[in-house]
Nanobody, 127 residues
């Protein structure tokens, strides 16, 4: 059974930083796709970052500020966030997929490619 647990969210002031973690069980980070998504109240879910066998991909809104990475030995995915802005406020969720069972290598930030999701961690950025 695949299980994803996010942590690291919180409340910060604009300009601050947070690092989100997503611990996986029942699924390996190695050679698979990982994505971080966020959803703010009243808005659609947005794929902010993904990591696949084709490398990382970022939404324009976070390029240069967010970095996605994985630690295969720890089976954990991270999202390092710098220079946070109030518009980054959202519930952040991680998701994983196998490129053998989806098109996540090509569409890494498309949520429909991901069958496994965590519960999310809240990030709140105040001005």
């Amino acid at each position: 059974q695949v299980h994803l647990v996010e942590s690291g969210g919180g409340s910060v002031q604009a300009g601050g930083a947070l690092r989100l973690s997503c611990a996986l069980s029942g699924f390996t980070t190695k050679n698979n796709c990982m994505g971080w998504f966020r959803q703010a109240p009243g808005k659609e879910r947005e794929g902010v970052a993904s990591l696949s066998n084709n490398g990382p991909d970022y939404a324009d809104s976070v390029k240069g500020r967010f970095t996605i990475s994985r630690h295969n030995a720890a089976n954990t995915v991270y999202l390092q966030m710098f220079s946070l802005k109030p518009e980054d406020t959202a519930m952040y969720s991680c998701a994983v997929a196998s490129p053998l069972e989806s098109m996540c290598d090509r569409y890494g930030r498309d949520s429909v490619e991901y069958p496994y999701w965590g519960q999310g961690t809240q990030v709140t950025v105040s001005s």
